[in-house]
């Protein structure tokens, strides 16, 4: 039996955007890489701008994130892909373009490009996914790593005195007069997916504005790094990770602040 | 009478900087990314004043290595980009260029080549010669590599390395130094809009629906895939030498032959006239291609010639592309000075006639 014919009759409610391709994602069960890709073709795909987009995929766990993303991507070198990124949107500036990061990547080897980028106002939207380690090398401390957290390369625990405070790069930028939406999301409930997309969702409608970066922090989790199944990484997640990174706006533009409108 | 006028009017006198910068935007070039550095600044500062007023792009960027990755976007993007730098400034770039040469990305960055290693001097230098040709960055790649001697080739060469570029996929180097990027002459600038642009199917404009999507990257996880890109660049790479470029100067009875290239050609072509007064042939190869290197009519002389004289502004880098293109067939000797110093055409040919002197004393030992 195929599978068409085993939905013959039934009425379709939900589908594999067609701005996904049907290669299966690689992610770890329970990461929210999967999560935050879907979210961020459903949105392209929803608002058909799949031909305008134009994506920028890391070096981290998401480096391939071309081969899931139906739409013209480039891959940057490590820490590079907000220059890349600007690259882009300067050459074509009616285009959506955006960069998908991880910590390591973004907050740590790439954090001259991330501030400059967002300093300078590009037009384009950056995505963050914070899972406080580095996945893709196989679990090493990464700059959001929280004080005490056990990893590969901090074995006794993140100690502050020898290797200084988890970065809340995202509040760094949200001082930025480049920076036009500054939010916090994550993936671990289905209000906070449904929260996320809206995100997403506004940081495109923006970037048509010409007003500055839009920038959207996913704070998510690492079971395979941080040894946990992926429940327990949840866990672990809302009662460490939030507490230090916690969700909401930390920026929003003046007149959705008039609106009295809060994402968080 | 209106032609010549038209001329006159045209050949102007220019930094060498100044000259490459007016070109670039002769060329068409639709981007520039770069950060400042002596002695190559002017071309950053003159692209800030004029792009904008004639619809190019020009974005000072927070580093080197930004800028390169911003080349890299931009190119993957379809535009016609470049970059210029001097030596410190082009080794942060080499991840990038790397990167760059292997998503096959067409693109001219500049390196105004200063003295090293380190922070180095401001002063002239051609220490990046090995930097330049064999690659720079990781991995098996090699940049195109035009080394201009005048302000009229710094002019020139922005459209012979664009054309090059563009026609292989591949990013294009034109390797000058501190004297000639500050020095002026008099230069006739090309013709603006000539350089068409060629069709970029590959490049990451937005899919259309009844495309495949476009991907840049220098991604290739299996070792099959990456050994096969490695294969279609080394194939590039051989096709490349057609693009030999070089100049002979007073080689017709020569007896000896130095090899020189950029300025250090300037002053082997002084060398030339004096060594000629005293009745000693000397003749000059200067290599325009740096890569390709011009092996084949390097080796043609072993025959004509007693011995080769390599100058250069550093310890003998380009040496060893002579040696190996003479393949032991000939002595070749080297002369050069590091650090920003330049050589003078006395002291060029003091070099020669010390050789021609031990040559002689070891020719009659050994009873040649
Ligand atoms: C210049 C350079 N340095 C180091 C690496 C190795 N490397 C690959 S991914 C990575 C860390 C990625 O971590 P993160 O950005 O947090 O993304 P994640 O894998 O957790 O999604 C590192 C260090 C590299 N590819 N290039």
Redesign the pocket.
Known sequence: MQINDSIEGLELVYQRPATLTDTPFHYCPGCG?GVAHKLLMEVVEEMGIQENTIGVA??????FAYHYMNIDMQEA???RASAVATGIKRVLPDKFVFSY??????A??GTAETIHTVNRGENILIVF?N?G?????GG?M?P?TLIGQITSTSPYGRDEKLIGYPLKITDMIAILPGAFYVTRQSVNTAGNVRKLKKAFQKSFEFQKLNKGTCFIEVVSN?PS?WGMTPVEANKWMEENMFPYYPLGDLKVPRTEKEKGSNNA | MDQTLELIREARLMKGNEALAEAAIRAGVQAYFGYPITPQSEILEYLSREMPKRGGIVLQAESELAAINMIYGASGAGARVMTSSSSPGISLMQ?GLSYIASAQLPCLVVNVNRGGPGLGTIQPSQGDYFQATKGGGHGDYHLIVLAPASVQEMADFVFDAITLAEKYRNPALILADGALGQMMEKVELPEEGSLEYPEKSWATVGKPKERERNIITSLFIQPEKMEKINLELQEKYRRLKEEVRYELVSTDDAEILMVAYGLSARICQKTIDLAREKGIKLGLLRPITLYPFPEEAVASFASKVDFYLVVEMNAGQMIEDVKLSVNGSRPVFHYGRMGGMISSPEEVLSKVEEILETQSVSNTSTGR
């Open positions: 890489h890391p070096v981290g766990c998401s480096v070198a490590h820490g990061q991880g910590d390591g990547d973004l740590a080897i996914i899972n380690i580095y996945g893709m090398t090493q990464a959001t690492c790094g | 991840e």
